[in-house]
C-alpha cells in the first residue's frame, strides 16, 4: 500500500522458456519508461502520445543494442486492468530475453512486483471490490468447469453485487435508526417497524441461503471427497484405477496390500471428484493394518460420497454395508457390485434384479464405469449452478456471512421484545460491518496482506 506510487513490473506468463512471454508493467510512469527504450518498427513513434489500447510493433533498445522484437500494448488511466497506466510487453520466451528487459527496466525506474499486487491495486483504484479481486486468484486456479464457472460469476460481480444492495438497504433503515437517536427525547420513529421487520427477515433467509450454499460451492472448489471402501480383495484398487484410466494403486491378491488411503482426481462432466482408496475393512490383529482400517473410517467420516464395493460371489453378505448405513445415515453411499466378469448372463441378470439399487461393474475388464461415473455426477447437487445462483466457495466470506447472520437474529430478538433503538444499532452496525468486510467496504492492511499474499507474481 505504501509504494502504490511506483512503477511496478513483473512477467505475466508463467516462468521458463516458451515462445513468447508477456512483461507487465503498471503506474503513473509506466508508458514514459518504456517509451525510453522503445524503437517503433514505423518511423519515430513516441509511446507517450500513442492512444490507449493500442499496439505497437517494434524493438527494445538498451543505448545501441537491440535486446528484442517485440509488440507493446499501451492501456492508459483509468481504462486498464489496474486503473493506472499499464504497459504489456510480448517478447520471444527466451529466459535471457525476460530477463534482459526486466533489468533494464529495474534500471531505470521500476521495482519488481510483489504478490498479487496488480491485482491489489485494482482494487485500491476501485476497478474491483475484494470479492471480485479474490474470484480473479480462484479463477486462475480452477481446474474444473463447475470451480471455473462459480469463479467467473463472482469475478463479474453477482455476488458483490447481491451482498451491496443487501448492505444498502440495511444501511437506509439504519440511518433513520441513527436519526431517531438524534431526536431520543421527543419519542419519535422514523423508521417503520412493519417495513424494517419484513427487511430482517429478507436478510436471514438470503444470508442462510448464501451460508448453505458455501457446502457446495466448497466442495466444487477443492473436489469432493468420495471414498472407496469394502472388504479387502473386493477391487478397490483396481476400482481407482479404472476410474483414473492409470495404474495408480497397487494391484495384488494378497488381502490387505492397502495399508494406508491413496488419494488422485479426476474432472467429470465438469466437476472434480477426489478419490480415496482405502484399506480393506475386516477383523485383524495386524498392527498396522489396524492403523489402515481407522484411517478408512477417518475418510468415510470428511467424503462427501461413499463407494461402498462388494464382490460379486458374496454379494448375499452385506454385513458391511448395513454397518456402514447405520454408523453414518446421512452420508450418501452408493453400492457398487464388483467382478460382474466372473459371473454368467444368468447369475448377472438375477443380480440386477435382486440388486435394483446397486451398480454392477468390473473394475478389471472397466465394464460399467460410465454408469457409475454417471451415478456420482447425479448425485452431486449442481442445479444452483444450472441456475446461475451466487454459491459461496470462499471460506472468509462464510466466516463473514455467518457473523453477519448472528447479528441480524440479535436484531430480530431485539425487536420481538422491543429493546430500545440505540441497542439495536449497536447489532446494525455489527450486521453491516461484516458485510462491509467481504466486498471490501471494510478492509485493514493485515487482511489485504493475507488475500493477496495467495496471488502469483504478475497478477
Known sequence: MEYIEDTIIALATPSGMGAIAVIRLSGNEAINIVAKHFQSRYGNKDLSNVKSHTIHLGSIIDDNRVIDEVLVSVFKNPHSYTGENVVEINCHGSIYIQQEIIQLFLRNGCRTATNGEYTLRAFTNGKLDLTQAEAVADLIASDSKASHQIALQQMRGGFSSEIEFLRQELLNFASLIELEL???????????????????????????????????????????????????????????NALLNEEKAIVSDIAGTTRDAIEDEIVIDGVTFRFIDTAGIRDTKDVIENIGIKKTYENIEKAQLVLSLIDSEKVKNEAINSALEKKYPNKKIVTVINKIDLLTDNQITALKSNSQDAILISSKEKSGITMLKKQLTDLVNIGALSNNQNIVSNSRHFEALTN????????????????????????????????????????????????????????
Open 182 to 240: 438524534d431526536f431520543s427525547e421527543e419519542d419519535v420513529e422514523f423508521a417503520d417497524r412493519k417495513e424494517f421487520k419484513r427487511l430482517v427477515d429478507k436478510l436471514s433467509t438470503v444470508l442462510k441461503r448464501l451460508i448453505d450454499s458455501f457446502a457446495i460451492g466448497n466442495v466444487f472448489k477443492n473436489g469432493i471427497p468420495v471414498a472407496i471402501v469394502g472388504e479387502p480383495n473386493v477391487g478397490k484398487s483396481t476400482l481407482l
Open 404 to 459: 453477519a447472520l448472528k447479528s441480524i437474529k440479535e436484531v430480530e430478538k431485539g425487536m420481538d421484545v422491543n429493546i430500545s433503538s440505540d441497542l439495536i444499532a449497536i447489532d446494525i452496525r455489527q450486521a453491516l460491518f461484516h458485510l462491509g468486510e467481504i466486498t471490501g467496504e471494510v478492509t485493514t492492511d493485515d487482511l489485504l496482506g493475507n488475500i493477496f499474499a495467495n496471488f502469483c507474481i504478475g497478477k
